[in-house]
């Protein structure tokens, strides 16, 4: 064999190895990971598109006034409700928004989807009514049924979608005990100069503090279960950045919402007490010990 023929075979040896390795790589990988990488690629043009017909017209849908239930979306959900998850892009125009801003807001909207059980995401459960399986929504109630031609226009977008493309983790567990121990505290120890939560947050669909009742400074099982049911409404489990029970108190400029119509507890998010909630909102805290 010459030397020349030596290198080409030298070389053929090198490329079925080479070819070898990668296929050992790609059968070793991981299951899911194709998905992953399929995930990470971010929307496709045609998503995109059939996100502004579709979606984005629902924002923008005038409903006949200013109060819960026909005030438009995006009279809410803009800038308003930083750092809230659902915060989109303020339009440019009247007409809407532009092409990148939309797909800033279709990375917002995707938040709010469960492409495994579409049903049961929260964009379709928000404005739905509660006696049709909704949840409170402080914008109000727009589909009074499953039925409503709106409704089903937003569940058949989020089918159209892959369906293992946007599926939230499990919610971990936040603890009642803990509440019951350690939480409700907050609302009986006013900071200096500040009312109770109870003043406002004593009733209704935000009375997660409601006053003890029969002259009594604790609550009884019964008010604490009924407090803790309206407080799941107000965070969002393992996320305590976007949960509104951790973000309406905060100051603005330590990270809290813009709109809360009563005090700012927290200055930032270093104070000590919102380390504390903050822990048990990502499940961290549990029982009765609050040290």
């Known amino acids: 064999m010459t030397s020349g023929q030596r290198r080409v075979w030298y070389a053929v040896l090198f490329f079925l190895a080479v070819g070898l390795a990668t296929s050992s790589r790609a059968d070793s990988a991981p299951p899911g990971a194709s998905a992953s990488a399929q995930a ?3 929307p ?3 998503n995109v598109a059939s ?3 579709t979606i984005e017209s629902v924002f923008l849908k005038p409903r006949g006034g200013t109060s819960p239930g026909y005030a438009s979306c995006v009279m809410c959900h803009t800038w308003q ?3 809230l998850r659902f915060s989109l892009d303020t339009p440019a125009t009247d007409a809407g928004w532009t ?6 807001n279709f990375d917002v909207v995707t938040k709010l989807i469960n492409t495994a059980e579409p049903e049961r995401s929260r964009l379709l459960l928000k404005p739905l009514a509660p ?3 909704g949840l409170m929504h402080t914008g109000g109630t727009f589909w009074t049924s499953r039925d409503d031609p709106e409704y089903q226009s937003v569940l058949a977008w989020i089918k159209s979608l892959p369906s293992d493309r946007y599926v939230p983790p499990p919610d971990p567990t936040v603890d009642f005990e803990f509440f019951r121990s350690c939480v409700q ?3 009986q120890t006013p900071r200096e100069g500040h009312v109770r939560c109870s003043n406002c947050h004593g009733a209704g669909q935000i009375g997660f503090a409601p006053v003890p009742g029969e002259g009594r400074t604790a609550w009884n099982d019964e008010e604490a279960k009924r407090a803790f049911q309206v ?7 393992g996320n305590p950045d976007q949960s509104r029970f951790m973000i309406k108190p905060l100051h603005p400029d330590g990270g809290g919402s813009y709109a809360h119509n009563g005090v700012r507890r927290w200055q930032s998010k270093d104070d000590p007490e919102w380390q504390v909630l903050a822990a048990w909102v990502r499940g961290q805290r549990a029982g009765n010990s609050c040290s």
Request: hydrophobic share 40%.
């Open 99 to 104: 092409a990148e801003q939309s797909r800033r």
């Open 40 to 42: 990470s690629a971010g």
């Open 231 to 237: 407080i799941s409404r107000l965070i969002i489990p």
């Open 131 to 133: 006696a049709a399986g």
């Open 51 to 53: 996100f502004r017909t």
């Open 185 to 187: 505290r907050v609302f």
């Open 81 to 83: 409700v930083r750092p």
């Open 44 to 46: 496709s043009d045609a």
